[in-house]
Every structure is written in structure tokens, then in C-alpha cells.
């Protein structure tokens, strides 16, 4: 490749050159940004940070938002098949997936739902 992968900052990510120039910078995490990566396969950036989060980028942009029920998301990472794997500070790894045949239940997506509230209104108080 033309440019070195990325490297992140307190709350944004930045890609490089080879040669060392700043080609894009990425902003959208509200805190700390611990971990970025490259999909295998794809165009698309991954990251994740203190503030819940699970950042996904495409072209730059970022295209979609996972929160987690948990204080951090502290390390990603993007898989062979297109899922994305998130270890948090509540000790859970959590596997995200657009594979129809391995999507969670009705119930299932509604209780994470739920935690990912009840976590956002634990930490607002």
C-alpha cells in the first residue's frame, strides 16, 4: 500500500503516508480512542474508545455506530468473514455480524439494547 495503516489520537485517528504526511484525519469518537484497524478484505476502518463505542469508517466517513454496555471498548478487530470483534472493560468479548445465519435472536438484540441503555443512564449520573 501507499500509506501506512492508521494511528489515533486522543479522540480521533489519523492515516499516513509512507513518507510521513497526514493524509486524513477521522473525528467522530467523543474520548479516548484505544484501538484501529483495517477490515481484512474491505476499504473499512474500525475503531473503538472509551466513550462506548465501536466506530466504523468508510471512505472516511464514519458509517455506522455499535455501543456497547460497557465504561470502554479497548481493543478491535476485524475478521476474515466481516465480523467484528470488540473486547470491553466488563471482561466480554462481543462478535458483530452481518451474516444472517449467525445474527442474535429477536430477544437477544433487545436485551443488549437494554444493557447498552441502562449503561448510558449509569453513567450520566
Request: glycine share 8%.
Amino acid at each position: 500500500p501507499q500509506h501506512l495503516s492508521l494511528c489515533h489520537f486522543p479522540s480521533s485517528l489519523r492515516r499516513w503516508s509512507v513518507s510521513g504526511d497526514c493524509l486524513q484525519t477521522y473525528c467522530a469518537h467523543n474520548a479516548f480512542v484505544y484501538s484501529v484497524r483495517l477490515v481484512p478484505g474491505s476499504d473499512l476502518i474500525i475503531s473503538s474508545g472509551e466513550d462506548k463505542s465501536i466506530r466504523i469508517w468508510d471512505g472516511g466517513e464514519p458509517s455506522q455506530t455499535i455501543f456497547i454496555p460497557a465504561q470502554s471498548a479497548w481493543s478491535v478487530c476485524g475478521l476474515q468473514n466481516g465480523d467484528i470483534v470488540c473486547g470491553s472493560s466488563d471482561g466480554v468479548a462481543r462478535v458483530f455480524t452481518k451474516d444472517s445465519s449467525r445474527v442474535a435472536s429477536h430477544s437477544e438484540i433487545e436485551t443488549f439494547d437494554q444493557h447498552v441503555k441502562a449503561s448510558e443512564e449509569a453513567a450520566s449520573k
